[in-house]
């Protein structure tokens, strides 16, 4: 079992930067690859990005290539999400999630966190 905890979000001007963190608890967390997925109002949720369960691996949706950037410190057991130059289209519920493989699939992921809002204004 993995539990996921968001925080971060909030509200930005466009062009702003935020950084989201996703906290996980179990002693398997650098067993998992991780994601990002988002959910605007009236959207269905989409991917974000991933990351590989050692790091070494990224992948990207290519809305926010160049812009965001997916890392995690196995440590602590977090990964985080820095996002630069928001866009008001990137308003939405941003959620991490938990999968065996670094893939863009949500029906993969196995636990997901409650989300955390990012509103950006324009």
């Known amino acids: 079992q993995v539990q996921l905890v968001e925080s971060g979000g909030g509200l930005v001007q466009a062009g702003g930067s935020l950084r989201l963190s996703c906290a996980a608890s179990g002693r398997t967390f650098s067993s998992y690859a991780m994601g990002w997925f988002r959910q605007a109002p009236g959207k269905e949720r989409e991917f974000v990005a991933a990351?590989?369960?050692?790091?070494?691996?990224?992948y990207y949706a290519d809305s926010v290539k160049g812009r965001f950037t997916i890392s995690r410190d196995n440590a602590k057991n977090t990964v985080y999400l820095q996002m630069n130059s928001l866009k008001p289209e990137d308003t939405a519920v941003y959620y991490c999630?938990?999968?065996?493989?670094?893939?863009?699939?949500?029906?993969?992921?196995?636990?997901w966190g409650q989300g955390t809002q990012v509103t950006v204004s324009s």
């Open positions: 999630a938990a999968a065996f493989l670094m893939v863009a699939g949500e029906n993969e992921y196995d636990y």
């Open positions: 990351i590989s369960w050692s790091g070494g691996s990224t």
